[in-house]
């Protein structure tokens, strides 16, 4: 899977342009204070080599401030376009190196950076980059505000990179899906020693159940009705355990079966504490089969059974859906399930740490884990923005993380205390633009009501 490693984060909300980074840069790399040598530039205020662009930004977005450094990118142009192979990645601390007695001065790196990360510095006619200052780089302690880290991006990979990925390759996702990295993580976390259940829906319409008789995994995998899943692996998990076998009951579902007709089923595994695991890819309607409605889709959203402009109710026009969206996982909490969390794949961490609680809930009873999954087609938004759509929808509160146990209660893995408008996380997806001020005033109630019930829910369940 490759590994992750560490690099410089910039906040450009944080960032006010003191130019502290630039000098503390330039000394450490030339003993000078000229801020033309320092190999990180902000963009936007008080400087005499970007005034231009500077003043282009501040028309444009009223004092922005935007960051010219190398990324260290894991697919370096400017690596790709060095005609003398002055540059190279080094595959350990995933710096990419310049050698000076390599280069010919052409300047073609410049040209492949999108970046603005490396540049001509004209006092030595070399070009000039970031190098992280072997790991420890002089301009981040000095940022007063906080708007550079130096974080290792993605950890988690290090540690889980080299496990069996047992889905096959070539899955058929949309373009810009994370269900597939979901996918991909969960059995690669839970591991071979499992039996699968993909009921209809965007899982197995991607391939997990194979194609042209073979199958998408490497582990047993079967595909039930979208109204009995958790009764049919109920069924397979006690014969395996008749037959002496300990493997993991796995389903992994999406929102329509699950909380629609598939409920019955699941509810009534939940009760009998079945042990499975259960978990619930949620796009918010029946995405692979024309982006129908389902329960868990929320209010005011359009899909193609809850259209706008067209049709009329009471005489109006329609608006998206009318109803507001179930609330699934607070559901199986009132199961008394052995263990309940929400999830998402904007916090990849987060999600390992609550699938190694799942599945040793799941050795005694049933686990479950909800999984907020943006849909790039059925929610109309840029097939890049998958995971900034699914942050927004935590910033926003309108998703909140939390996990529960009965022994332990409700509890937040990473709560939201000062939220960001919802219009923040609605303005992101197309299914949303048509909405009326009234309805966004709705929204914005339901979000902050269900984080008061929830936060109630919690503080009771440890004596607040």
Aim: aromatic share 8%.
């Amino acid at each position: 899977m490759g590994r992750a490693y560490s690099t410089i984060a910039f906040d450009p909300a944080k960032c006010d342009g003191c130019g502290d980074c630039m000098t503390a840069c330039a000394q450490a790399k030339t003993g000078t204070d000229d801020w033309a040598r320092s190999r990180i530039q902000i963009v936007g205020r008080g400087n005499a080599a970007t005034d231009a662009m500077a003043n282009a930004i501040e028309d444009a977005t009223e004092k922005a401030f935007e960051l010219a450094l190398c990324r260290q990118c894991a697919d370096p142009k400017c690596v790709t376009v060095c005609p003398a192979g002055a540059l190279a990645k080094d595959g350990a601390s995933g710096v990419i190196g310049w050698d000076a007695s390599k280069c010919v001065d052409c300047l073609l790196c410049t040209v492949g950076c999108a970046y603005g990360g490396i540049a001509l510095e004209e006092a030595t006619g070399h070009v000039s980059k970031c190098d992280t200052c072997d790991g420890r780089p002089a301009c981040v302690p000095v940022c007063s505000k906080g708007a550079l880290t130096y974080v290792t991006t993605a950890n988690i990979y290090n540690e889980v990179g080299d496990w069996e990925d047992l889905f096959a390759p070539g899955l058929a996702g949309c373009q810009g899906c994370n269900t597939e990295l979901l996918m991909r993580h969960t059995l690669r976390r839970v591991g071979p020693d499992t039996v699968l259940a993909t009921p209809p829906g965007c899982v197995p319409g991607m391939g997990s159940v194979g194609f042209n008789g073979t199958t998408g995994t490497k582990v047993p995998v079967f595909h039930p009705l979208l109204t009995n899943t958790a009764a049919m692996l109920a069924g397979v998990k006690r014969q395996f355990k008749r037959m002496g076998r300990d493997v993991t009951a796995l389903a992994i579902a999406g929102d329509g079966g699950a909380s629609d007709v598939g409920f019955q089923s699941l509810s009534g595994a939940a009760e009998r504490g079945e042990q499975m695991l259960f978990m619930v890819v949620d796009n918010e309607g029946y995405m692979n089969t024309g982006m129908q409605r389902s329960s868990c889709t929320p209010y005011g959203a359009w899909t193609s059974t809850t259209p706008i402009g067209a049709g009329c109710a009471a005489g109006q026009p329609a608006q998206g859906k009318t109803q507001d969206a179930k609330n699934l996982p607070l559901l199986m909490v009132n199961h008394r399930c052995a263990y309940v969390a929400t999830a998402s794949t904007a916090y990849m961490e987060d999600l390992y740490a609550k699938l190694d609680r799942a599945i040793e809930a799941s050795k005694t009873g049933f686990a479950y884990v909800h999984v907020y999954s943006p849909c790039t087609t059925g929610w109309r938004f840029p097939s890049d923005q998958n995971m900034e759509v699914a942050r927004k929808a935590v910033e926003t509160n309108f998703v909140m993380l939390w996990e529960f146990t009965p022994d332990e209660g409700l509890n937040f893995t990473r709560p939201v205390d000062d939220p960001l408008p919802v219009t923040d996380y609605l303005k992101a997806m197309g299914r949303f633009r048509h909405l009326s001020p009234d309805q966004i005033e709705h929204i914005q109630g339901k979000v902050m009501e269900n984080a008061k019930f929830v936060q109630r829910f919690s503080e009771q369940a440890h004596g607040g």
